[in-house]
């Protein structure tokens, strides 16, 4: 199975920061990973899609890049309503395999 | 509106079986591959299993291979996961959720399965 190795598992920012996680494959997966918001208590949700294809109705400050192997989700300006745990997962082939998790918490 | 709605969750035994449902309305549930997704109490987010439009493919994780059986009634829209021979690394939130090409898209609110003498 493919490893998604997310990092940090965790980080404290203040509304305004660049935010920066990065997901990194065990092997080759071409641009097929996505990327998830979920909030406590609720479903993820799909924020990113083909490694940086926005998903409609997602605000433009999200962005995701890289293949192969290295993946970035950038927060341009962190907001207050997107402090919640973010996760890559990777769709290249079955199974499907999410990294660990990145905790984004209030400074 | 598109929804996903997960029921069947409990608390079983150690070895025990449990069914669990994702009743769909707001689309045409035919027409999509489905999944199940599960998360430990404070725990990150696991796939678990997907089956094609038609249910005559599916996928599973190592994890459960063998004791879970994904499946789906399309006249019903409603998917379905077996859960035979549980153990307490199951206990889990369980969430359904649509596949496109996009990824995973639409997601159910989750059934909680504890797995606990």
């Known amino acids: 199975a493919i490893q998604m190795t997310q990092s940090p598992s965790s980080l404290s920012a203040y509304v305004g920061d660049r935010v920066t996680i990065t997901c990194r494959a065990s092997?080759?997966?071409?641009?097929?990973l996505g990327w998830y918001q979920q909030k406590p208590g609720k479903a993820p949700k799909l924020l990113i899609s083909a490694a940086s294809s926005l998903q409609s109705g997602v605000p433009s400050r999200f962005s995701g890049s890289g293949s192969g192997t290295d993946f970035t989700l950038t927060i341009s300006s962190l907001q207050p309503e997107d402090f919640a745990t973010y996760y890559c997962l990777q769709d290249y082939n079955y199974p499907l395999t999410f990294g660990g998790g990145t905790k984004v918490e209030i400074k | 509106e598109v929804q996903l709605v997960e029921s069947g969750g409990g608390l079983v035994q150690p070895g025990g079986s449990l069914r669990l449902s994702c009743a769909a309305s707001?689309?045409?549930?035919?027409?999509?591959?489905m999944h199940w997704v599960r998360q430990a109490p404070g725990k990150g987010l696991v796939w678990v299993s997907r089956i094609n439009s038609y249910g005559s493919s599916t996928n599973y994780a190592d994890s459960v291979k063998g004791r879970f059986t994904i499946s789906r009634d399309n006249a019903k829209n409603t998917l379905y996961l077996q859960m035979n021979s549980l153990r307490a690394e199951d206990t889990a939130v369980y969430y359904c959720a649509t596949s496109t090409p996009s990824g995973l898209l639409t997601w159910g609110q989750g059934t909680l399965v504890t797995v606990s003498s």
């Open positions: 092997q080759d997966i071409r641009n097929d």
């Open positions: 707001g689309f045409t549930f035919s027409s999509y591959w």
